[in-house]
C-alpha cells in the first residue's frame, strides 16, 4: 500500500467546547455520575500538527508544561489507536494550545479526538465514527462528542449522544469565554458531598419544543457551579461580573464562565474588560467540526 511518507507535517484543528448547560441526574455504581448536557464546539482551539512516521513511534513535538507526554490525551489517543488496530505506523505530533487547561472547556479531550480523526485519516484506517467514539470514551468521558462533531444532546457519562439543531440565534452569538487562573480539578468537584446529584432529568423534546422560548433555559442550569463557586472565589466573582452582560454560567466542572452576545463589538468589549488574573476570548459556535468527514457514520440497518 501507499501511504503518504513525505514529512511534512498537516495541520488539522482542536476546537474546544461549552456545556450550554450541565445536569446531574444521579450516581452509577462505579461512582461516574449521570449526565445531562448540551455540547456547542466552538471556533476556537488549539492546531494540532501531524505528520506520519514509519517506525512506528508516537513522539509529542513540544510536551506541555505540566504535563508528561506519555500522559498527553493527544499521545494516549495515537496510542490506543495503533493497539486497536495493530497498526504499524507511528506520528509526530506538535500541538499549539490555545485552549486553557483543565477550564472546563475540553481540551485535552479535543486533542484526543483529533489526533483520532487525523491518524484515521493518515494511516488509512477507516474506523467508523462509533468506532472511533468508543476508543475515545476509553480516555475520557468528554472525547466521544468531538467525534460526534455537532451540537449535541448528551446522556449517560456524556457519550450517549443525540444531534441537536440548535435555533439560528445561537449559533449566531458570540460566545465570550473568560477563565479564571485556578485549576478546578474535575474529580474533586464530581466528589464533592455538597454536589446536586438529584436534578430531574429533562426530555430532549423539552429542548426541542422549548428552545426558541426562554421556558427551557429557565430551568436549565449547570449544577457543579455552587460547589465550584464556594471552593473557587475567583470563579465566582468573574460569574458574577459576567453576569451582569446576560445569562452567563459555568462550562463543565470549570473555571471557564461564559456568556452570549450579539455582537464582535461587545465580545471585544467584554474581553477587554474583564476581570484581573483571567484569560478571556470570544468565538462563535460550530454547526460541524471541521474534521467532520474524516470518518464515516456506520449505516444502521432499519
Ligand atoms: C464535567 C465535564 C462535562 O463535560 O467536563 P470538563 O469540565 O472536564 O471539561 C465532563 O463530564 C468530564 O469529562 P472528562 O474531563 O473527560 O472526565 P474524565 O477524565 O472521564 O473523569 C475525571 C473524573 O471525574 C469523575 N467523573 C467524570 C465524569 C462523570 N460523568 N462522572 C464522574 O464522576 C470521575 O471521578 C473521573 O475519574
Ligand atoms: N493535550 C492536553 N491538553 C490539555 N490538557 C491535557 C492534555 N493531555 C492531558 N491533559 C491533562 O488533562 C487535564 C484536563 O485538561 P482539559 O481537557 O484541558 O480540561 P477540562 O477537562 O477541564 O476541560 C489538564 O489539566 C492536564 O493535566
Same mark, same amino acid.
Given at each position: 500500500m501507499l501511504y503518504n511518507t513525505g514529512m511534512d507535517a498537516s495541520l488539522y484543528f482542536a476546537p474546544c467546547k461549552l456545556n450550554l448547560f450541565l445536569h446531574i441526574t444521579g450516581r452509577r455504581a462505579d461512582g461516574y455520575h449521570a449526565l445531562q448536557s448540551i455540547f456547542l464546539l466552538l471556533d476556537h482551539g488549539d492546531d494540532l500538527h501531524i505528520s506520519l512516521r514509519n517506525d512506528g513511534r508516537i513522539m509529542h513535538k513540544n510536551p506541555l508544561a505540566g504535563v508528561l507526554p506519555d500522559h498527553d490525551l493527544a499521545i494516549r489517543a495515537a496510542r490506543a489507536l495503533q493497539s486497536a488496530s495493530g497498526c504499524q505506523l507511528g506520528a509526530d505530533i506538535h500541538c499549539t494550545k490555545r485552549t486553557p487547561m483543565?477550564?472546563? !472547556?475540553g481540551g485535552g479531550s479535543s486533542d484526543a479526538a483529533t489526533v483520532l480523526l487525523a491518524l484515521n485519516q493518515l494511516w488509512q484506517l477507516n474506523y467508523s465514527r462509533q468506532q472511533l467514539m468508543q476508543i475515545g470514551l476509553s480516555l475520557g468521558a468528554d472525547v466521544p462528542v468531538f467525534i460526534f462533531g455537532q451540537p449535541a444532546w448528551a446522556e449517560g457519562v456524556g457519550e450517549q449522544l443525540s444531534a441537536v439543531s440548535l435555533p439560528t440565534e445561537m449559533l449566531e452569538k458570540y460566545y465570550v469565554v473568560v477563565t479564571p487562573h485556578v485549576q478546578v480539578p474535575t474529580a474533586e468537584i464530581f466528589a464533592h458531598?455538597?454536589?446536586?446529584?438529584?436534578t430531574k432529568p429533562l426530555r430532549i423534546a423539552d429542548f426541542s419544543n422549548g428552545?426558541?422560548?426562554s421556558a427551557f433555559w429557565q430551568n436549565a442550569?449547570?449544577?457543579?457551579e455552587a460547589v465550584v463557586c464556594a471552593l473557587y472565589p475567583e470563579v465566582a466573582n468573574t460569574l458574577a461580573w459576567l453576569k451582569q452582560y446576560g445569562d452567563a454560567r459555568m462550562s463543565g466542572s470549570g473555571a471557564s464562565v461564559f456568556v452570549a452576545v450579539d455582537s464582535a463589538e461587545k465580545a471585544d468589549e467584554l474581553i477587554a474588560q474583564r476581570p484581573e488574573n483571567t484569560s478571556g476570548f470570544w468565538a462563535k459556535g460550530l454547526k460541524?467540526?471541521? !474534521?467532520?468527514? !474524516?470518518a464515516n457514520d456506520e449505516i444502521v440497518a432499519g
Open positions: 483543565g477550564g472546563g !472547556l458531598q455538597a454536589l446536586t446529584r438529584d428552545a426558541n422560548s442550569r449547570n449544577d457543579m460541524y467540526h471541521p !474534521l467532520f468527514a !474524516l
